[in-house]
T-cell receptor, first 113, second 117 residues
Framework: DQQVKQNSPSLSVQEGRISILNCDYT??????FLWYKKYPAEGPTFLIS?????DKNEDGRFTVFLNKSAKHLSLHIVPSQPGDSAVYFC????????????FGKGITLSVRP | SAVISQKPSRDICQRGTSLTIQCQVD?????MFWYRQQPGQSLTLIAT?????????ESGFVIDKFPISRPNLTFSTLTVSNMSPEDSSIYLC??????????????FGPGTRLTVT
């Protein structure tokens, strides 16, 4: 049973437009969420996180939105750049879980010049 | 952030042998983890490496197969024992750093790509 789901395997966006990456979760104990970017042959790079006490967190071109009632979060990248092309993973953890992360399968973002 | 290095970066091993992966962090951290990413799959937590005590394993992973050492707060090793082709994966070391009581960041090493033939 997959507790963190990224249902779209890939997304293609024009440079300069907005990229919206979606993530759903089923475990109501999850209260902290993180997004990672991964290039081939490298480890995941932390992008942004959000606690369940917030519904939005912004860092430069990256904004994460959390809808707790829908158990849904999304990562917005605007404007998208070709260097953003990578695999993006959504991850979640529960308070007291000692930072153990449960990951989605990832979504491959391609930003077309 | 934390700078994490792993050795080796990749290896090709024969079935039945064992491989030890090293993870070095540039600063002391309390929480260290080992993950696995099988081809086409998400990252899966293998175990939490506890300094001064036995590692805590997740369901489906056992100490005999994946022994872990954590001799100090900057170093850990993961051994993949008696390997089979199903162990072919990327193995990733990770550390967590808390900021206050309600937020933290978790950083990953570059990974070790293991192929078992």
């Amino acid at each position: 049973d997959q507790q963190v789901k990224q249902n779209s395997p890939s997304l293609s966006v024009q440079e300069g437009r907005i990229s919206i990456l979606n993530c759903d979760y089923t475990n109501s104990m999850f209260d902290y969420f993180l997004w990672y970017k991964k290039y081939p042959a490298e480890g995941p790079t932390f992008l942004i996180s959000i606690s369940s006490i917030k519904d939005k967190n912004e860092d430069g071109r990256f904004t994460v939105f959390l809808n707790k009632s829908a158990k849904h979060l999304s990562l917005h990248i605007v404007p998208s750049q070709p260097g953003d092309s990578a695999v993006y993973f959504c991850a979640a953890s529960a308070t007291g879980a000692n930072s153990k992360l449960t990951f989605g399968k990832g979504i491959t973002l391609s930003v077309r010049p | 952030s934390a700078v994490i290095s792993q050795k080796p970066s990749r290896d090709i091993c024969q079935r039945g042998t064992s491989l030890t992966i090293q993870c070095q962090v540039d600063s002391q951290v309390t929480m260290m983890f080992w993950y696995r990413q099988q081809p086409g799959q998400s990252l899966t937590l293998i175990a939490t490496a506890n300094q001064g005590s036995e590692a805590t394993y997740e369901s489906g992973f056992v100490i005999d197969k994946f022994p872990i050492s954590r001799p100090n707060l900057t170093f850990s090793t993961l051994t993949v024992s008696n390997m089979s082709p199903e162990d072919s994966s990327i193995y990733l070391c990770s550390v967590a750093r808390a900021f206050g009581s309600s937020s933290y960041e978790q950083y990953f090493g570059p990974g070790t790509r293991l192929t078992v033939t």
